[in-house]
C-alpha cells in the first residue's frame, strides 16, 4: 500500500522514528512517503492517493503536534486508517479509531501495514511492546531531508553538521515522572551493534561529524555502549558524541569516562531535575544533590562536560529549591552549560503516569488538561506557580540571547522573589559559545 509517514518533531535531530519505520513498512514492500513536519509544511495534498498514515509520537511535543495533524486527515479523509507509534502512542492519548502501536512498534506496525494491504481488517489495532531482539534494521534515511537541515554541534565557536542513532530503547529505572517506564517497566532492548555502526556510517557520509547517542540512558547496556562506541572510534576517529546518562551510572561506572574521553566523548546529558533530596526521592531518581556534585567533577576530571536536564517546577517545590538550582548552576561553573528553558520547566503528568498512581495523589492531583497532554497540579504555594510563569516568559522572549545574559535576568527574577540579593552569586559573562552543544534547546 501507498503510506504517509509522518514525523511533528524529534528535539531538532533528523526523525529516527521515521526514519526506523520507512525502513521496515519499505522492506514489506510498502511504497512509503516520509515527510517531516519540523522542516517541511502540512498540506491536505499530501493525502492524494494515500491508502494508509502511521505518525510517529516520541514525545509529548511530537504528541501534541501529531494530534492537529490527526485532526487535519480525519476532517479530510475520515476513512482513511492511521496509525500513532512512539512512546506517547497509548490509551487515552491517541484519538479514538486510531491504532497505536508504543514502544518496539517495529513489528505491529508493519503487521497492521500488511493486513491493509491485504484488504482485511488489521485485528490489533494497539500494543505496547516491551522487548524485542536486537534490531538488525538500519534506520532509511535517504528519502528524509538532509542532515543539514537540523540541530548542528556548537563547540569552540564552530558548528558541525551532527547525527543521531539508538543503540537501545527502554529502560532499566523507573524513574516515577519518566514516561519510559510507563511501556517498557525496566526493560531494555539493544540494536545490534554493526546496525548501529552502519547506521553512523552512513550520517557520517551524509556530513555527519558529531553523532548523538538518543538511547533513554546509554549505560543501560554498558557492554553494548562500551563495544558500539569502540566501533564507532576505529571507523570514524574524527567523530564525537554525546549521549545521555543518569547520575548514579556516571557514578557507579567511573572507569568508562577515560575511555569514552579517548574516544571523543564531548559531553553528557544528565537529568539532575532538582536538588532537594527528598523530592528526589519522590521522582525515585537514584541520586542526591551530593551526587550530582561529584557527576559534574568525574566527567570534568575526564573534560567532559555535562549538559543538565532540570525539573525545578513539582508540586512539591519551594522558592528556596529554585534559588537552590540556580546557585548550583553559578557555582559549579554550569551556567554555560544550562539551556535557560530548562530553568523554567514545570513537571508534566501524562497519562499512565507512574507519578498518578502514588498514594497521596489525591492530595495535589487534578484533572487530565487534553490540551496539554498532562494532569494539572498547582503548589501548595502560589508564588511558586507564579514564578514559574515568569521564568518561562523570560526563557521563551530571550531564548536567541546569550544563555549567560538569560541566566541573570531569570536570577534578577528569582532573587527578587526570595528576598536575597542577586549579587549574592557570581555570574561570570561569556563562554557560553565555547561549551559544546546542539544547537536546539532540550526539550521533551
Ligand atoms: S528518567 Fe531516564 S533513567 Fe529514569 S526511567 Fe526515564 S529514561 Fe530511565
Redesign the pocket.
Known amino acids: 500500500v501507498h503510506i504517509l509517514a509522518v514525523s511533528t518533531y524529534e528535539l531538532g535531530h533528523q526523525p529516527h522514528h521515521l526514519a526506523l519505520a520507512t525502513a521496515a513498512l519499505t522492506a514489506r514492500g510498502h511504497t512509503v512517503q516520509p515527510i517531516d513536519l519540523a522542516v517541511d509544511q502540512w498540506r491536505t495534498t499530501l493525502l492524494v492517493d494515500v491508502d494508509a498514515i502511521v505518525v510517529a509520537v516520541p514525545m509529548h511535543t511530537a504528541m501534541r503536534l501529531a494530534l492537529d495533524v490527526v485532526g487535519s486527515i480525519r476532517r479530510e479523509r475520515p476513512q482513511i486508517p492511521v496509525a500513532m507509534f512512539g512512546l506517547y502512542a497509548i490509551e487515552d492519548m491517541a484519538p479514538d479509531g486510531v491504532a497505536r502501536f508504543a514502544g518496539e512498534f517495529l513489528e505491529p506496525l508493519t503487521e497492521w501495514a500488511d493486513a491493509i494491504a491485504r484488504d482485511t481488517h488489521p485485528v490489533d489495532l494497539a500494543a505496547a511492546v516491551r522487548t524485542a531482539s536486537p534490531r538488525t534494521l538500519i534506520p532509511l534515511r535517504d528519502t528524509l531531508p538532509g542532515l543539514d537541515n537540523y540541530a548542528r554541534l556548537s563547540h569552540e565557536g564552530d558548528e558541525r553538521t551532527a547525527g543521531y542513532v539508538e543503540a537501545s530503547t527502554g ?5 516515577r ?5 510507563v511501556i517498557y517497566d525496566g526493560r531494555v532492548s539493544i540494536a545490534d551493534p554493526d546496525t548501529v555502526l552502519a547506521d553512523i556510517t552512513q550520517q557520517v557520509e551524509a556530513g555527519a561529524a558529531h553523532i548523538t547517542f538518543g538511547d ?2 546509554f549505560l ?1 547496556a554498558p557492554v553494548h555502549s562500551r563495544r558500539v562506541v569502540a566501533a564507532m572510534h576505529d571507523r570514524h576517529p574524527d567523530v564525537t558524541f554525546d549521549a ?1 546518562v ?1 547520575v ?1 551510572h556516571i557514578l557507579d561506572r567511573p572507569q568508562i569516562w577515560a575511555e569514552f574521553a579517548a574516544a571523543n566523548c564531548l559531553f553528557v546529558v544528565s ?1 539532575f531535575e532538582i536538588l532537594n533530596d527528598d523530592i528526589l526521592a519522590r521522582l ?3 541520586h542526591s544533590a551530593a551526587d550530582i556534585a561529584r557527576a559534574v567533577d568525574l566527567l570534568r576530571d575526564h573534560g567532559i562536560e555535562i549538559r543538565p536536564s532540570w525539573l525545578p517546577f513539582t508540586p512539591w517545590t519551594s522558592i528556596v529549591d529554585i534559588v537552590d538550582v540556580f546557585r548550583f548552576i553559578a557555582s559549579n561553573d554550569l551556567i554555560p552549560n544550562t539551556d535557560p528553558v530548562q530553568l523554567a520547566i514545570r513537571l508534566l503528568i501524562p497519562k499512565g503516569s507512574l507519578l498518578a498512581g502514588s498514594d497521596d495523589a489525591s492530595d495535589w492531583l487534578g484533572d487530565f488538561d487534553a490540551d496539554r497532554l498532562s494532569y494539572t497540579w498547582v503548589s501548595s504555594d502560589a508564588a511558586v506557580d507564579d514564578l514559574q510563569r515568569r521564568l518561562h516568559v523570560l526563557a521563551e522572549s530571550h531564548n536567541h540571547d546569550d544563555p549567560v545574559a538569560t541566566f541573570q535576568r531569570m536570577w534578577n527574577e528569582v532573587a527578587a522573589r526570595a528576598d536575597i540579593d542577586p549579587e549574592s552569586i557570581t555570574i561570570p559573562a561569556g563562554a557560553a559559545l565555547a561549551r559544546p552543544r546542539l544547537m536546539e534547546n532540550w526539550f521533551c
Open positions: 529502560c532499566r529505572h523507573r524513574c515522572h519518566c514516561p519510559v517506564p533513554p540512558d543501560n545521555t543518569k548514579e537529568a525515585d531518581k537514584g
